[in-house]
């Protein structure tokens, strides 16, 4: 599990450093875990994008004040969950955005997770969009509202460095530094200066 000075610091370099780790979930006596392959970054005091921009406090966005490595899992559209995780320290409203995953270990309970098949029954279609997406990350990982709030430290959802950590072997491509590429986060048109923040990152 990375320590929770890891998220305490510059919200933007954790989500660069961020992609390449390993996102575990555990519930119902299975583990599951998958290797961040895109983060976006959010931070309140200067971020339009961000939910709490200015130190906006609400009910939905009092989890972004919360100690780093706290999970803030929200709904969009109604009803798909996003996971991001608190960054900086406690009072200080920012966090990491997981958009995107790929799945290495139980990825048949995570393709069932979406698609309700195992993994050898995806179409292309279905292969191409497994997780590459924040709603989709938290349908394949079982993950919903219920987890906001989930503090650093819960063993029902937390980030590790090396899947040796879970005692899995770490695949041999996963082996090499990540080539993380930055661009603009997505789906922010509304964000005036802060649509061009290059605060996405990915493999």
């Not at 006596?29 to 200067?46: H, N, P, Q, S």
């Not at 995570?110 to 292309?124: D, L, Y």
């Not at 072997?169 to 080539?179: F, G, I, N, Q, S």
């Amino acid at each position: 599990m990375l320590a929770q000075s890891f998220f305490g610091g510059d919200t933007v370099e954790a989500a660069r450093s961020l992609v390449g780790k390993y996102l575990v979930r555990r519930y119902g006596g299975l583990t599951l875990a998958a290797r961040i392959t895109e983060t976006e970054a959010y931070v309140g005091r200067t971020d339009k994008a961000c939910h709490a921009y200015g130190w906006r406090k609400t009910e939905r966005t009092k989890t972004l004040y919360a100690p780093p490595g706290t999970a803030y899992v929200y709904l969009i559209y109604g009803m798909h969950c996003c996971l991001n995780f608190v960054t900086e320290p406690e009072g200080e409203p920012a966090a990491v955005l997981i958009r995107g995953l790929s799945p290495r270990h139980n990825q048949d309970i995570i393709a069932e997770n979406r698609f309700h098949c195992k993994c050898g029954a995806m179409t292309a279609y279905q292969k191409k969009n497994f997780l590459n997406g924040p709603g989709k990350v938290c349908a394949g990982l079982n993950i919903d509202r219920r987890l906001n709030g989930l503090p650093y430290g819960s063993p029902e959802l937390f980030i590790c460095g090396r899947l040796e950590e879970l005692g899995l072997p770490t695949p041999r491509a996963d082996l090499e530094p990540p080539a993380v590429k930055t661009g603009k986060r997505i789906g922010i048109d509304y964000a005036q200066e802060a649509v061009d923040f290059p605060w996405r990152f990915y493999l």
